[in-house]
Each structure stands twice: as C-alpha cells, then as structure tokens.
C-alpha cells in the first residue's frame, strides 16, 4: 500500500505563535495524556551522558527539557521555541531548583538556529515538523545536520498515521478540524532523514490513548 499523502500545512509561523498561545495552559495535560510515552522513549533510545552539548528545537513547556537538564548538569543544555508563551511556561518549570549556568531558553525558529556548526552531541525535536511544510522537512533537518558533531544524534519524534485501527480518527481531525489540533497533521520523514544524509539507527511506532506518533534515533555519520 502506498503511504497516506501528507496534508498541506494551516497555519503561517505567525498563526503558529497565536495558537500556542491559546494553548499554552493547557498543553501539559493534553502532552501527558498523548505524548509523554513518546517523549519517555525518546529519552531511553538516545544515549545522554552528563557533560554533552545537548539542543532541544520547539521546547514547548519544557517537559522534555527539563529532563534533559537535570540529566546533564557538567554539560549545557539549550532550548529554542517560536512561542513566548510555551516558553514561558519552560521557564517556570526550570524555576530555581537547576543551576542556570547548565542551560539556556531563548526565542526564535528552526529556520534560522543561531548555534554554530558542529556545537551539539545531541540534538531533539518532539511534534514540531508535523506543523511545517513537507518541502521544508528536508531543510529543516539539513540545518540540524550542520549543527551536530560527527557522530551526534537526533532524536525526533512525530504524529504519523499509526498502525492501528483505533489510531484513525487523528488523522481525520487534522484533516477536518485542523485548529483542534494548532494546525499538527500526521507526517512522514524517512526520506526527508535520509536527503539530509542521517543514517536511521532506530525508529519505533507508538501509541497512546490511540494518538499515533512515530519516535527516530538518527546519526550523523563520522
Ligand atoms: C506540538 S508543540 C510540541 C512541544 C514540545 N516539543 C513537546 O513535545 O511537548 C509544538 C511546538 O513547536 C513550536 N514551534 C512551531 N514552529 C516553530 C518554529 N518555526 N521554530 C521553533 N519552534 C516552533 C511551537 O511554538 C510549540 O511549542
């Protein structure tokens, strides 16, 4: 069977920022309830070593980030998202209990990380390139390429079509009530990994309260 086309993206950079704005409040209930097994199995197959330059693109509330620097405190862990809002809502998870000088939060986009080229061991993106364009996948993990060491790793993970029967009703909301959702639609990245030139070490489909997502473990080769 031939893979399920991919939607055309709603929402500008601007509507993004909106949305999650709207949403900021709310959206650690509904990660818990959709995401979070996917982020816990991001942190299992992604080997973190306290001492790493680590970046996390669309940091949203920070629940992935937060456990990354607590993981990581003789490193730095940075931490980049387009919303003032989510950001804010990072920070305050961060509060005061971790020592500041071991990470970093700031404003901005993926299409214009301000990091230099070869900077991180690791680098994690969680439900971010489900709101871009699909002609822009490839760029936008190109962009991580340039930033990681020889032999660094990305870890993403993704809302896909799932495998399940019970796992279709999320692509038909995104399809006919795509703000239900802030514009996020089930994509498909394998070949977009693979232009950027990662090497796929592992890649698993998951599940949670029938919300499809897709986790990748990728290299950059040495
Ligand atoms: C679905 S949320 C995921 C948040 C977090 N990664 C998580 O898994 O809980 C998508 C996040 O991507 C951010 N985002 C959207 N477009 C972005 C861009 N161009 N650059 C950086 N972050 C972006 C949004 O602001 C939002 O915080």
Known sequence: MSPAPILPRTFSDQAVKAQYARV???????????????????????????????????????????????????????????????????????????RPACYRLQEGSAYQLP??????????????????????????LTEFMR???????????????GNKWSNRIW????????ALLTGCRPVALESALQQAGFQILAQESISQNTFPSTVVIAKKPT
């Open 115 to 140: 990091y230099t080229p070869g900077q991180f061991d690791r680098i994690f993106n969680a439900f971010m390139l489900d709101l871009f364009p699909s002609e822009d996948f490839a760029r936008v």
């Open 147 to 161: 930033l990681l060491k020889p032999g660094g790793r990305l870890a993403l993970a993704y809302f896909s079509h």
């Open 171 to 178: 692509p038909w909301l995104a399809k006919h009530l795509p």
């Open 24 to 98: 900021a409040w709310f959206y650690d209930g509904w990660s818990r309830l959709t995401e979070e097994k996917a982020l816990q199995r991001l942190l299992t197959l992604t080997e973190v070593n306290d001492g790493m330059q680590i970046l996390e693109v669309a940091v949203g509330t920070g629940r992935l980030f937060a456990q990354l620097v607590r993981q990581n405190p003789a490193g730095m862990t940075e931490g980049i998202d387009l919303s003032p809002a989510m950001l804010r809502h990072a920070q305050r998870r961060l509060g005061r209990s971790i």
